[in-house]
């Protein structure tokens, strides 16, 4: 049962991205039912790495409901320790120096609506650098398309 007031992830998506300071969304409509598109986002240890750009490796140390602790690497070395949600549609993670959100909802005309936002965070706070940010969601929603039409 949903009510009136539930908003779909990709708004609910927007909506956090709204509380962090720096934030960017990137979005759009990939030609592929839900159910693919959300098999690539969600599997973590295996496409997350091949369509976000600095992300090398992501291994997933727990996960618990909806709760997921997971260890990654960025093609520069650099480690992360996330602790977040990962659910149907919805995906978010955060690590002291990191934050990642992804959202993924049907299109009524066919087709699944798609958002990303995520970058590194300024030390000690719920803000992204955004200096960059949004070339790298652009890049990874790039990588989800193509990886999608393959």
């Known amino acids: 049962m949903t009510s009136e007031h ?12 709204a509380g ?11 030609p592929a039912p839900l159910e ?6 969600s599997d973590l240890e295996g496409e997350f790495g091949r369509f976000q750009p600095d992300m090398r490796t992501v291994r997933v140390l727990r996960l618990d409901g ?21 659910r149907p549609g919805w995906c978010w993670l955060q690590s002291r120096f990191l934050i990642i959100g992804m959202a993924a909802t049907p299109e009524p005309g066919g087709g699944t609506r798609v958002a990303l936002t995520g970058g590194l965070r300024v030390p000690g706070r719920a ?8 070339r790298e969601l652009r890049t990874a929603m790039a990588r989800l398309a193509v990886r999608l039409s393959a």
């Open 66 to 86: 909806d709760r997921v602790e997971a260890l990654a690497r960025s093609t520069y070395g650099l480690r992360a320790h996330f602790h977040g949600v990962l």
């Open 36 to 41: 693919a598109v959300w098999a690539v986002m």
């Open 127 to 134: 803000a992204i650098v955004p200096l960059g940010a949004e």
């Open 6 to 17: 539930e908003v779909d992830p990709v708004a609910r998506l927007r909506i956090m991205a």
């Open 20 to 30: 962090v300071p720096g934030a960017r969304v990137v979005e759009a409509t990939l």
